[in-house]
Every structure is written in structure tokens, then in C-alpha cells.
């Protein structure tokens, strides 16, 4: 298994549109939790949410990237930024 953090960053005046699909996102994330170590939402400087950030442990990063792919805020075309990196837990607790 290898370790991928994942950044995404929302359009700009796209609250609405996350808003209408964090559920579906929630429901895929608690799907997928088995895979996922961390994650949460980028808030921007008016205190919303505008991107999420997620560190998942998959076999390669193609698995990360169709993790990606599958979320429902990719399908509803919700960011203006995708990365998906190799990451090496270097402190903290994520086991």
C-alpha cells in the first residue's frame, strides 16, 4: 500500500454547487473509508468551504486517481484543481 494526498480546489462561486452534492460525497467517502486516513474541507479566506483535501492509502496511484475520478463533486464538475500526489507520513498519527 502507498499513501496519496489528494488537494482539490473549488471554482470560484461554486458553494452552491458543493453544497449540492456534499451528501453524495459524504456517502462516498464513508463507502470508501477503509481507504481513507484523513480528510476534510479546504476552507477559503471567508471561512468557507472551498476545496477538500484527502490523504488516502491505496495500492498505486492510479487507484488514487479513479478515487478521485468517481467522487461525486469531480462528476458534478465542482473543481478548477486537481492533485493527486505520492505522500510519506513523516509525523502525526495516521497509521
Known amino acids: 500500500m502507498a499513501t496519496f494526498l489528494l488537494i ?3 471554482k ?3 458553494l452552491a454547487l458543493r453544497m449540492a452534492n456534499r451528501e453524495a460525497h459524504l ?3 464513508r ?4 481507504i481513507i486516513r484523513l ?13 477538500s483535501m484527502l490523504i488516502l ?5 492510479e487507484a488514487a486517481r479513479t478515487f478521485s475520478d468517481n467522487d461525486p ?23
Open 8 to 10: 482539490h480546489i473549488d
Open 12 to 14: 470560484p462561486a461554486s
Open 39 to 51: 480528510g476534510g474541507p479546504i476552507m477559503n479566506d471567508a471561512g468557507e468551504m472551498g476545496g
Open 57 to 61: 492509502e491505496v495500492d498505486d496511484v
Open 31 to 34: 463507502a470508501n473509508a477503509d
Open 73 to 95: 463533486y469531480t462528476k458534478a464538475n465542482l473543481f478548477q484543481r486537481r492533485n493527486v500526489s505520492p505522500f510519506k507520513v513523516t509525523m502525526g498519527a495516521i497509521a
Open 27 to 29: 456517502d462516498y467517502c
